[in-house]
C-alpha cells in the first residue's frame, strides 16, 4: 500500500513539473465553474413583489420548467392515501395451540380413568364422572353431559380428531372478542390479518372486515363446522363435540391499533405530493393587466423558486464535474504526453468546450426550443466538438470531453432523456465514423453516415414519445441536417486550426506526405542516398507505430523530412558515396562538427519551408544525444598516434539533443539507427539483422534516450518485430539468375545430344 502511495505521490510530481499538464488542470477547472456558473443562471432568478389588485409593471415569465405542489390537493391525496391503508388485526397464534394442549390433557385424563375403572354399569360411569373431573385442570370447566358421553362412547380418538379439527377451522379464521369499535375512526373497511406468536412465519391476508367473527357470532356457528367436519355422527356425539369446543374456543383476533396508525403514517409519509407545472416561457401575467388571486398564487411560485439558492443543486452539478475533473485529471496525470501531444492542446480544446457550453445554455433559453427535447438534442454541435478533438489529436481525449458535454446538456435541458440519448449516440458515432478520414471530402460522406444512424435512433425516440407522423418525419430531417451540417462545420474549422494555431492536422500530413514536393525532388537529384534512406526510415517507421498504437502517419512524414538538413552538404554523407572533397580533408572533429549540423541545416530548412512544428521535432530528436562514436574513436587513435597531448572534447563528438520527446520521435531515431547500420552488413541473415536490431534498441535503452518518451518494454519488443517485417523483405535472399550466353550454350550441347541419338 505505502508502495503504490508512494509511486502514484512521484507520478503527481512529476506530471505536475510539465508546463502542459498544470495549464490543462487549470483550465479544467475554469471550465467547471463556467459551466455552473451557467447551470446556476437557471434556478437563481428575478422575484417579482405584488399584491392582489396591483397592476402589473412588466410582463412576468417563467424563466425554466418549474414543478410545484398543489398543497390543496396534496392534503386531499394524502386522505384518500390515509382512508385506503388496512386496518391490522393479530392473529395469535399462541391461542390455537394451547386450546389443542386442552384437548390433549382431557382425552389423556379420560384414557387414564378409563384404564384404572372400567366400566361395568351405569354406576361406574357416574364414578368415572367423578374420577375424571378431579384429574382435569380448574379450568376450563367442561359440561357434565359432554364429559359423560366422552366416557360412554367407545370411539374417543375419533372424538378427538374432530374437537381439534373444529377448534382449528375456527381459531384459524379468527374470533375477536367483541365487534370492532374503529377507535381510529377510520371509514375502510378493508382489513390486514397477521398471524404473531408463530413458529412459522406467515403471510398476511386481506379481508373485509365484515368477514371477522365476534366470540358470540362463532357459537352459533359451530354446530355446522363440526357437522360438516365430522361426518356420520349421531346427535349425541355432535352435542358433545359443540360443548366441548365452546369450552375451548377463546378469542384470538385483535386490532392492532398501533400498528395500524404507523401504517398510516407511512403511507402518508411517502404519498407523492400533487404538483403543477409552469412551462418555460409561460406568460403569468402581462404588463398592465390587474394581479388575481390566480396569478398572485402562481407569481408567489415563481418568487420561491427564484429566491431559493439551490445550493443542493449546485453542490450536486459541482460533484458531478468534480468526477470528470478526477477521472480526466488522473488519465492526464499518468498518459499526459499521449492525450496532449502539443502544447497548443489545452486552450484549444479549452475554447472549443467553452464555446458550446455557452452555445448550448443559450440555446436552452431560446422560446420553444425545449418544448421539443428531440429538436434541442438536433441543434447540438456536439458531434462536431467530438469530431474536431479526435482529428485534432486522439480519440480517448474526445470520447471524454464528448461524454462531459452530454452532461452538460442533459443537465441544461432540465434531465431529459431523449437528449441524453440524442446526444450519446451523436458524440459517439462522431468520434468512431469520422476516426480513419484521409480525405477532407470524407468528412461530407461520414456526415451523411451519422445523419442516418441518428435518424434510426431518431425514429426510436418518436415511437416510445408516441409523436406523429408529422413530427416524426420533421425530425428525421433534422437528424440528416444535423449530420451533414456538422460535417460542414468540421470542414471549415480545421483551416482555421491549421493556420491560426498552427495545429498539424492528419490532412496536412498527408499533403507533406506527397514525394513530388519540390523540397524532395531536390533531395532526390542532390542527395539520392538520403532520399532512399528517408523512405526505408518512414516506412519502417510507420509500420512500428501501427503496431504500438502511436501516429503512423506523423512518424511516416517525420520520416521523410527528418534528413532535410542533409541536402545542401549530401557528398560528405556515406550514403550519397562521398562525393565531397572536403571529406578527405577534415579532421575527425571537424567532419563530425559538420555532420551533426545537419540537425541546424534541417530546422532552418523547415522554417523556410513552413514546415509545422511537430515535423521540426523529427528534424530536432531524431539523433537525440548520441554520440558518434567512429569518429570519437578515430581521434583517439590519431591522438594516440601522434602523442598529441591537446584534449579531445566529447561534446565535439555529441548531438545537442534533445532527447525524443514522444514516441513518434523515439521511433524514428530507432528506424535511422538500423536502417543505416543494416546497409553496413556483409551477407545480411535474418539472425544477423535480428542481432542488429536488438543491439541499437540495447544501446539506446542504456543510454536514455527514451528517457522521456514513454515508450515502454512491451512497445519495443513490437518495434523490433515490425523492423524485421520490413528489413527481411528487403534483404530476403534472391534466386541468381544466369545470363543468356550460359543458356544458349546450354541449350546448344542438349540440342547436340539429341542429334547424336
Known amino acids: 500500500m505505502f508502495t503504490t502511495v508512494k509511486i502514484f505521490s512521484r507520478t503527481i510530481n512529476a506530471a505536475m513539473g510539465n508546463r502542459n499538464v498544470r495549464l490543462s488542470l487549470f483550465l479544467i477547472l475554469g471550465i467547471i465553474v463556467i459551466s455552473t456558473a451557467l447551470l446556476s443562471i437557471n434556478v ?192 349425541e356425539d355432535l352435542a358433545m363435540v359443540v360443548s366441548i369446543v365452546r369450552t375451548l374456543l377463546k378469542p384470538n383476533l385483535f386490532f392492532n391499533g398501533e400498528e395500524t396508525k404507523r401504517r398510516i403514517e407511512e403511507a402518508v409519509r411517502n404519498a407523492k405530493p400533487v404538483t403543477g407545472v409552469l412551462k418555460k416561457g409561460q406568460t403569468i401575467v402581462r404588463e398592465g393587466d390587474t394581479i388575481t388571486t390566480e396569478t398572485l398564487n402562481k407569481i408567489n411560485i415563481l418568487n420561491t423558486y427564484a429566491s431559493s439558492t439551490r445550493i443542493n443543486y449546485i453542490l450536486g452539478v459541482l460533484l458531478l464535474q468534480a468526477s470528470f475533473l478526477f477521472v480526466f485529471g488522473y488519465f492526464l496525470l499518468e498518459y499526459h504526453s499521449r492525450l496532449l501531444p502539443d502544447r497548443k492542446a489545452p486552450m484549444i480544446i479549452f475554447s472549443i468546450v467553452v464555446v458550446f457550453i455557452i452555445y448550448t445554455f443559450f440555446l436552452s433559453r431560446t422560446d420553444n426550443i425545449l418544448n421539443s427535447s428531440i429538436i434541442f438534442a438536433l441543434y447540438l454541435p456536439i458531434s462536431a466538438v467530438t469530431m474536431i478533438v479526435a482529428t485534432l489529436f486522439n480519440i480517448f481525449i474526445a470520447i471524454i470531453i464528448g461524454l462531459y458535454l452530454i452532461f452538460f446538456s442533459f443537465v441544461v435541458s432540465n434531465g431529459s432523456l431523449v437528449v441524453i440519448v440524442t446526444a450519446f449516440s451523436s458524440a459517439i458515432l462522431g468520434v468512431f465514423v469520422l476516426s480513419n478520414v484521409e ?82 525532388r531536390r533531395m532526390l537529384i542532390k542527395a539520392p542516398g538520403t532520399y532512399n534512406h528517408s523512405l526505408m526510415v518512414a516506412n519502417m517507421a510507420e509500420a512500428a507505430c501501427k503496431d504500438i498504437g502511436a501516429n503512423y502517419l506523423l512518424a511516416r512524414v517525420g520520416g521523410y523530412y527528418h534528413d532535410i538538413g542533409k541536402i545542401e552538404d549530401a557528398g560528405v554523407y556515406i550514403e550519397n558515396k562521398i562525393t565531397d572533397k572536403r571529406a578527405r580533408s577534415l579532421a575527425p572533429a571537424e567532419y563530425s562538427r559538420l555532420i ?71 521511433v524514428v531515431m530507432l528506424a535511422d539507427a538500423v536502417e543505416a547500420a543494416s546497409r553496413s552488413l556483409q551477407d545480411p541473415t535474418t539472425v544477423k539483422l535480428e542481432s542488429l536490431v536488438k543491439k541499437i534498441i540495447y544501446n539506446k535503452l542504456n543510454d536514455d534516450e527514451f528517457e522521456y518518451s514513454d515508450l515502454t518494454m512491451s512497445d519495443l519488443n513490437k518495434i523490433q518485430r515490425a523492423f524485421m517485417r520490413i528489413l527481411n523483405g528487403i534483404f530476403h535472399t534472391r534466386i541468381e539468375y544466369p545470363d543468356n550466353e550460359e543458356v544458349q550454350k546450354l541449350e546448344e550441347k542438349v540440342q547436340n545430344r539429341e542429334d547424336e541419338r
Open 44 to 235: 437563481v432568478g428575478k422575484t417579482h413583489n405584488y399584491g392582489i389588485g396591483d397592476i402589473a409593471r412588466e410582463d412576468v415569465r417563467v424563466p425554466s420548467d418549474i414543478i410545484f405542489e398543489i398543497e390543496s390537493e396534496t392534503r386531499a391525496e394524502k386522505g384518500r392515501v390515509a382512508e385506503s391503508v388496512p386496518l391490522v388485526f393479530d392473529r395469535d397464534h399462541s391461542v390455537l395451540i394451547e386450546s389443542l394442549r386442552y384437548v390433549d390433557v382431557l382425552f389423556d385424563c379420560i384414557d387414564i380413568t378409563l384404564h384404572e375403572i372400567p366400566p361395568t354399569g351405569s354406576e361406574d360411569r357416574t364414578f368415572q364422572l367423578i374420577t375424571l373431573k378431579a384429574k382435569l385442570p380448574k379450568f376450563p370447566q367442561y359440561d357434565d353431559r359432554a364429559l359423560y358421553e366422552l366416557l360412554r362412547s367407545q370411539h374417543t380418538p375419533e372424538k378427538r380428531q374432530d374437537i381439534k379439527k373444529t377448534i382449528i377451522h375456527i381459531l384459524d379464521n379468527g374470533v375477536m372478542p367483541a365487534p370492532y369499535s374503529n377507535p381510529l375512526s377510520i371509514a375502510n373497511r378493508n382489513a390486514i390479518v397477521r398471524v404473531i406468536n408463530s413458529p412459522q412465519p406467515a403471510d398476511e391476508t386481506s379481508r373485509g372486515l365484515e368477514d371477522l367473527k365476534t366470540l358470540a357470532e362463532v357459537y352459533s356457528e359451530i354446530p355446522a363446522v363440526s357437522g360438516a367436519l365430522a361426518q356420520r355422527r349421531n346427535r
Open 439 to 520: 480525405r477532407r471530402t470524407d468528412f461530407l460522406r461520414g456526415g451523411l453516415i451519422l445523419g442516418l444512424i441518428n435518424s434510426v435512433v431518431v425514429i426510436g425516440v418518436c415511437l416510445m414519445e408516441d409523436y406523429s407522423i408529422y413530427d416524426t418525419l420533421r425530425n428525421i430531417e433534422l437528424s440528416l441536417a444535423n449530420g451533414i451540417i456538422n460535417s460542414i462545420l468540421v470542414l471549415g474549422v480545421f483551416p482555421l486550426f491549421e493556420n491560426l494555431f498552427g495545429i498539424t492536422t492528419k490532412f496536412n500530413l498527408l499533403e507533406l506526405s506527397d514525394l513530388n514536393a519540390p523540397i524532395f
Open 596 to 666: 551533426i549540423s545537419h540537425v541546424e541545416k534541417g530546422l532552418a530548412l523547415a522554417r523556410k519551408n513552413r514546415l509545422p512544428e511537430q515535423v521540426e521535432g523529427f528534424i530536432r530528436e531524431h539523433h537525440g544525444t548520441t554520440m558518434m562514436t567512429y569518429f570519437y574513436h578515430q581521434a583517439l587513435e590519431e591522438a594516440d598516434t601522434s602523442g598529441d597531448a591537446g584534449v579531445i572534447s566529447r561534446a565535439d563528438f555529441q548531438y545537442p539533443g534533445p532527447k525524443p520527446q514522444s514516441r513518434e520521435t523515439a
